[in-house]
């Protein structure tokens, strides 16, 4: 059983449309991220949430919203795709957002905009 | 700019051989976490380092963190064809907020 399972593993999608990735976790765990890795491998945090509220937020555009309908699920809508939205997005969690902060990982959902 | 500086950015290694990647931080490291990254997969966790000095080792993988906090390694001894992947260094930057190095791409050649 996948403890942190994202939806879909691949897409592609052609420029302007809005397109959704979904996760879910069930491990327990009360903190859940968004990372978005690009071409050249460099991981960087996007989003994360602790409770369903939002806590981090590093200055991502608004045309990315994420939405945490409770503490098992986290998921990201993307409106207006663009080229440089292509990337490898991950799906993560923890059970404490400070001090021993282990991230469980997603497999990651490849986005590929045309 | 990145506040993890990992090195080198990939490397080469005959198997059997050594290696060792380095993480540095203009900052005190509070909590300094190992990932490896299998190509098309998510990153699994190695191991974690909190106090000045410490090390830990899980199999042929060890990992030390400075006295200073300030810069950690990690060293595969003997390497195998498994080891092959990107390994990444993390550090707690803020509450909620693991932040990652560049990575370090690591080919184990037979």
């Known amino acids: 059983d996948t403890a942190v399972s994202q939806t879909p593993k691949y897409l592609v999608t052609q420029m302007g449309n809005d397109k959704s990735i979904k996760c879910e976790q069930n491990l327990g765990h009360d903190t859940m991220y968004w990372y978005k890795q690009d071409s050249k491998k460099f991981l960087k945090i996007m989003f994360s949430?602790?409770?369903?509220?939002?806590?981090i937020n590093e200055t991502v555009p608004n045309r990315f919203s994420p939405k945490s309908p409770d503490k098992a699920h986290l998921n990201l809508h993307i409106n207006s795709l663009e080229l440089g939205d292509s990337a490898v997005y991950f799906c993560?969690?923890?059970?404490?957002?400070?001090?021993?902060?282990?991230?469980?990982f997603g497999a990651g959902s490849r986005l590929t905009v045309l | 700019s990145q506040e993890l500086e990992q090195s080198p950015q990939s490397l080469i290694v005959q198997e059997g051989k050594n290696l060792t990647i380095n993480c540095t931080s203009s900052k005190t490291l509070y909590g300094l976490y190992w990932y490896k990254q299998k190509y098309g997969e998510g990153l699994i966790f190695l191991m974690m380092l909190q106090k000045g000095g410490e090390e830990k080792s899980h199999e042929k993988i060890t990992a030390k963190l400075d006295e200073k906090k300030q810069q950690s390694s990690l060293h595969i001894t003997a390497s195998q064809p498994s080891h092959a992947g990107i390994y990444l260094c993390g550090a707690d930057m803020d509450d909620y907020k693991l932040s990652f190095g560049a990575g370090t791409t690591v080919t184990v050649r037979a």
């Open positions: 949430y602790n409770n369903k509220e939002l806590i």
């Open positions: 993560a969690s923890s059970s404490q957002g400070s001090g021993a902060n282990v991230l469980t």
